[in-house]
């Protein structure tokens, strides 16, 4: 491991980071060595990636001088925060800014920081179209990682900005999946009329990832979208049919809708499907499926993914 570049990489439990680690892992000849940062060393995710050839820390990203000490000696990192733990993009916008400072202080040479757009910047505060949420966010998701970017740029700090895409393991474990109505009909329910969705499977977000770490600090500066697939509902609802060899339809409500659904985060969700439907030029023109294929070409479509995940889908 001692001739190896290290990266460390943040989230390594969760989809994102722990898809880079086995990215990188499961390539015996690859020039980086994997630093999993984890806030258990002991779980089994944790144990597993150890097993694998990862050195093993364990971090807080909550402070700052815990995040300083994982990426000390490193040649890269990789940084996720993840907002469903606390829904605080206030918690977010500081933990950016000790991931930036802790990669400035150890003269990373490219750091990958997981982000997305500020939606402000498409939907000011003051335009009804979309609700306004906690007083300061349309999409707070977004809006926490997209106004932490500065953070990274203001420390100097050689970083490649990375946009993820709607997750189909969403349909698996988030509840989005197609559901059985009264008449025991499937159907899945968004609010993206008939526009695009760019999805991902979330193990290609790593492995893209893991691209562009080979490319290299060329690519410090550059925003850069991902995506497997850019599909309208009716054409998901299609290829759920064919993988699971019954009808799937789309039911297509309004965002208004999606936001009165009341589980924790609905309006979150609601107002992102709004701006995914409102804006889908912008977001499926930045999260392009033929470069998130050169950076990985294993890249699944959703039609891919669904041969291997489709038992999974839990239908209601």
């Given at each position: 491991?001692?001739?190896k570049?290290?990266?460390?990489?943040?989230?390594?439990?969760?989809?994102?980071?722990?898809?880079?680690?086995?990215?990188i892992?499961?390539?015996?000849?690859s020039e980086?060595?994997?630093?999993?940062?984890?806030?258990?060393k002991?779980?089994?995710?944790?144990?597993a990636?150890?097993k694998?050839?990862?050195?093993?820390v364990?971090a807080?990203?909550?402070?700052?001088?815990?995040?300083?000490?994982?990426?000390?000696?490193?040649?890269?990192?990789?940084?996720v925060?993840f907002?469903?733990?606390?829904?605080?993009?206030?918690?977010?916008?500081?933990?950016?800014?000790?991931m930036?400072?802790?990669?400035?202080?150890?003269?990373?040479?490219?750091v990958?920081?997981?982000?997305?757009?500020?939606?402000?910047?498409?939907v000011?505060l003051?335009?009804?179209?979309?609700?306004t949420l906690n007083?300061?966010?349309?999409?707070?998701?977004?809006?926490?990682?997209g106004?932490?970017d500065?953070?990274?740029?203001?420390?100097?700090?050689?970083?490649?900005?990375?946009?993820?895409?709607f997750?189909?393991?969403?349909?698996?474990?988030?509840?989005?999946?197609?559901k059985r109505g009264?008449?025991?009909?499937?159907?899945?329910t968004?609010?993206m009329?008939?526009?695009?969705?760019?999805g991902?499977?979330?193990e290609?977000?790593?492995?893209?990832?893991?691209?562009?770490?080979?490319?290299?600090?060329s690519?410090?500066?550059?925003?850069?979208?991902?995506?497997?697939?850019?599909?309208?509902?009716?054409?998901?609802?299609?290829?759920?049919?064919?993988?699971?060899?019954?009808?799937?339809?789309?039911?297509?409500?309004?965002?208004?809708?999606?936001?009165?659904?009341?589980?924790?985060?609905?309006?979150?969700?609601?107002?992102?499907?709004?701006?995914?439907?409102?804006?889908?030029?912008?977001?499926?023109?930045?999260r392009?499926?033929?470069?998130?294929r050169?950076?990985?070409?294993e890249?699944?479509?959703?039609?891919?993914?669904l041969?291997?995940?489709?038992?999974?889908l839990?239908?209601?």
């Amino acid at each position: 491991m001692s001739d190896k570049k290290i990266i460390v990489v943040f989230g390594t439990t969760g989809a994102q980071g722990g898809g880079l680690a086995h990215a990188i892992l499961n390539d015996k000849g690859s020039e980086f060595a994997v630093r999993a940062v984890t806030r258990d060393k002991n779980s089994d995710k944790a144990k597993a990636l150890a097993k694998l050839g990862a050195e093993v820390v364990e971090a807080d990203i909550d402070h700052e001088e815990s995040v300083k000490k994982a990426v000390s000696g490193a040649y890269g990192a990789y940084f996720v925060t993840f907002f469903w733990d606390h829904f605080s993009p206030e918690k977010e916008y500081e933990q950016a800014r000790y991931m930036a400072e802790a990669a400035k202080s150890a003269g990373l040479k490219h750091v990958i920081w997981s982000t997305l757009e500020d939606t402000r910047k498409w939907v000011p505060l003051d335009d009804d179209s979309m609700p306004t949420l906690n007083d300061k966010y349309k999409v707070p998701h977004f809006d926490g990682k997209g106004m932490s970017d500065h953070h990274f740029t203001d420390a100097g700090v050689p970083v490649t900005f990375m946009y993820a895409s709607f997750y189909w393991e969403n349909m698996i474990y988030f509840g989005m999946g197609p559901k059985r109505g009264e008449d025991g009909k499937l159907a899945i329910t968004f609010p993206m009329g008939d526009k695009k969705m760019a999805g991902i499977a979330a193990e290609d977000i790593g492995k893209c990832a893991y691209g562009i770490f080979r490319k290299g600090p060329s690519l410090a500066g550059k925003t850069i979208g991902i995506a497997g697939d850019q599909l309208t509902c009716a054409a998901m609802a299609e290829q759920l049919s064919k993988a699971l060899g019954e009808p799937v339809s789309y039911n297509e409500i309004t965002p208004e809708q999606f936001r009165s659904f009341g589980f924790p985060g609905a309006e979150d969700l609601g107002n992102m499907f709004q701006f995914y439907r409102d804006f889908d030029a912008h977001c499926n023109k930045i999260r392009d499926v033929g470069y998130a294929r050169e950076l990985n070409p294993e890249l699944q479509n959703f039609e891919q993914w669904l041969k291997e995940n489709a038992k999974k889908l839990p239908l209601e």
